[in-house]
C-alpha cells in the first residue's frame, strides 16, 4: 500500500503557481521522497526527489518539512501541459527492488 | 537516445487467448520493471528483472502472467488465457545500473493498452 497521502484533486490559473501538497508521517529516515506525474494516458514521467533538504530542478521545487513527515510539489509557473496526475512516493533508498508504490495522486487542472 | 519502447500499444484479445507484451529498455539500462493500470487507478508494481533474472515478481498474479528478460532482445510480459479483467494498461519502466547509488529513476514507456473481449 502508498504511505502517502494527497488530496484527489487541485486546480490553478496559468501562469500561477500550483502548491501540490502530500502528507507521509510514517516515512522512515532511508526514505527519499519522489514525485511522478502522467500525463493524460502517457508513462509517468519522472519530476523530482528529495530526503530532507529542499530541492529545485528545471520542472519544479520540492519543500520538504524538518520533520519529513510531509512535503509539497511547487510548480512555479503552470502552464497547461502541467494538467496531469501528480503521484508522491517514498521509497527507502536501501530497497533492493527499486519498485514504486503508486497512491492514487491528485489530478491537477491547470485552467486557462 | 530512443527512449522505453514498448509494443504493442494496443492490443486486443478475445477470451483465453494469450497476451504477448514488449518492452525495449533505454539503451544501456539493465533493469526492467513492469507496472499495470486499471481504469481510473493508479499504477501497481508487477514484477522486476535484470538481464535473466527476476529479481522481485511480488505484484504479479500467481496464476497465468509471467516475465522474462532475456539475455538479447526485449523483456517480455506473458499473460495466458486471458479473462476480462486483464483489460488494463501495462506499462514498462527501466533504469540504469547504478552501483551504490542511493536513487534510481525509472524511465517509463508509453504502455500498452489491452483490451480483452
Known amino acids: 500500500d502508498a504511505k502517502t497521502t494527497q488530496p484527489p484533486s487541485m486546480d490553478c490559473a496559468e501562469g500561477r503557481a500550483a502548491n501540490l501538497p502530500c502528507n507521509h508521517s510514517t516515512i522512515s529516515g532511508n526514505e527519499y521522497v519522489y514525485w511522478y506525474r502522467q500525463i493524460h494516458s502517457q508513462g509517468p514521467q519522472y519530476i523530482i526527489h528529495g530526503l530532507k533538504n529542499n530541492e529545485t530542478n528545471e520542472m519544479a521545487s520540492l519543500i520538504i518539512t524538518e520533520d519529513r513527515k510531509s512535503s509539497t510539489l511547487i510548480l512555479p509557473h503552470a502552464t497547461l501541459r502541467d494538467t496531469a496526475v501528480y503521484y508522491c512516493i517514498v521509497r527507502d533508498w536501501m530497497d533492493s527492488s527499486y519498485k514504486l508504490i503508486f497512491g492514487s495522486g491528485t489530478r491537477l487542472l491547470v485552467r486557462p | 537516445n530512443a527512449g522505453v519502447m514498448q509494443n504493442p500499444r494496443h492490443l486486443v484479445r478475445r477470451r483465453g487467448q494469450e497476451a504477448r507484451l514488449r518492452c525495449s529498455p533505454m539503451?544501456?539500462?539493465?533493469?526492467v520493471y513492469w507496472y499495470r493500470q486499471l481504469p481510473e487507478e493508479g499504477l501497481k508494481f508487477m514484477v522486476y528483472?535484470?538481464?535473466?533474472?527476476?529479481?522481485?515478481e511480488s505484484g504479479m498474479p500467481k496464476e497465468r502472467f509471467s516475465a522474462e528478460f532475456p539475455k538479447e532482445g526485449p523483456s517480455i510480459l506473458r499473460i495466458q488465457q486471458v479473462v476480462r479483467g486483464d483489460s488494463a494498461a501495462y506499462f514498462c519502466?527501466?533504469?540504469?545500473?547504478?552501483?551504490?547509488?542511493?536513487?534510481?529513476?525509472?524511465?517509463f514507456g508509453p504502455g500498452t493498452r489491452l483490451t480483452v473481449l
Open positions: 528483472l535484470q538481464k535473466e533474472n527476476i529479481i522481485d
Open positions: 539503451k544501456g539500462h539493465s533493469h
Open positions: 519502466a527501466s533504469s540504469p545500473r547504478v552501483a551504490g547509488e542511493s536513487y534510481n529513476e525509472q524511465f
